[in-house]
């Protein structure tokens, strides 16, 4: 036996435990105070307090890619940002890419490619159509002629009947207003509204933090490796703690 | 003796690998699922069609001041649109209907004759979690429930761990379209 063995052992021991525990620090630094704070929550008062920072929200995916287009109608802006529909910046329950607005009878018809709304003064859905009850999908268009709304799908012009639940060929001409990029004022103000009423509670952003899953995959694969690093650095630390013999 | 044993930080070193290859693996695997597309499983209009054996022509309840109050009983808020669609023949009557789970609109397709609940379908799944309310072994069980005076099911299917908010929210889907029946 090479009475080294146990010196060099030690040794090395040491050295893993500083060169691990100096990667692992502020990591686990970071779990400490993050977990602390995650414990105290509401005494610090952090489920009131909203982040609103776009960085942060981009992250949870709240501000949609891409240019927002969009088009007025009257007074009232109905825009489509990334799938999302907002009328004056107000998000409508509608899916797809916007294609269409227009006023009809004193209600507003927002029409995405897949499906359209029928919105009364107080801005609430009175009726949502999608592939069930429309001529067809995509839906490219929309127009109001003779106070009936015109919808176009697959190159062909649908009249719709009053209720909306029946429709027919229309041949005539039909001239539509098909929505454009937002200009940059109307882009500006709606991307600070979604910041605002997007806000996350600062509880939640510390806790996807804490988990690392606020970083996507690197947030957890460092998170996980701090945890490892820990579980090594308390096997090494035993391991060096009984006292070196005289 | 102890010095013929592998060394446990070494034991510990060689087991932190395949650890680490493991954790990463999985969280690649389970991060990718989880910020896939929405899960469609059957299209609203394909549902009516295997249900009624047709599309027949759509028809919708407008609701008043008073039936909204009731639908706001049932759901702890207005239903998204003032009108709700429906698709009846044969004496059966489908709805296309969409509650939040947690965050996202989960739609549904609920068939009612004669004043129970004929099949139950998620059509589109759009939360990341609670997926499991889709299975077949869980809607079967809303198959022949009805509605009681007080307007809750006469059998309420059973919780599921992981996925309360979309059970919480077909349930009270289940309980629309059987109110829903009632008005036309």
Redesign the interface.
Known sequence: ?NPE??RR?RH??RQ?HRWIGLAAALPLLWLAISGILLNHAATFGLNDRMVTSGWILRHYNQIPGGDPIGLVVGDRVVAGWDGLVFLDSKQL?LRGELRGAAALKGQLVVATDEEM?IF?GSD??????????LPGVPVEGISVQEGRLLVSSKVQWYRLSE?F??FEEFPGIVSSMPPDLLEANLRKELAEAIQTRRAMPLSRVILDAHSGSLF??PG??IS??SA?GL??LT??GL?LFPRRRS | MLLTMKPTILVLAIASKFLRLFFMTAFLICGGSALGAPGVYQKPSDFVKSSLGQIPATRAITLTGAQQTRVRAILGKNYKSKAIRYWSAGGKTAYILEEIGKTEYITTGIVVKGGKIDAVKVLIYRETHGGEVARDSFTRQLRGVSLKVDSQLSKIPKNIAGATLSVRALTKLARLALYLETLK
Request: hydrophobic content about 50%.
């Open positions: 036996m063995a146990p052992r090395r021991s893993w329950p709304g009364d609430e859905l009175v009726l949502q159509l999608d592939e069930l009850s209720d639940f029946t996507g995959w957890w694969v996980d490796l490892l579980v090594v096997a090494l391991r």
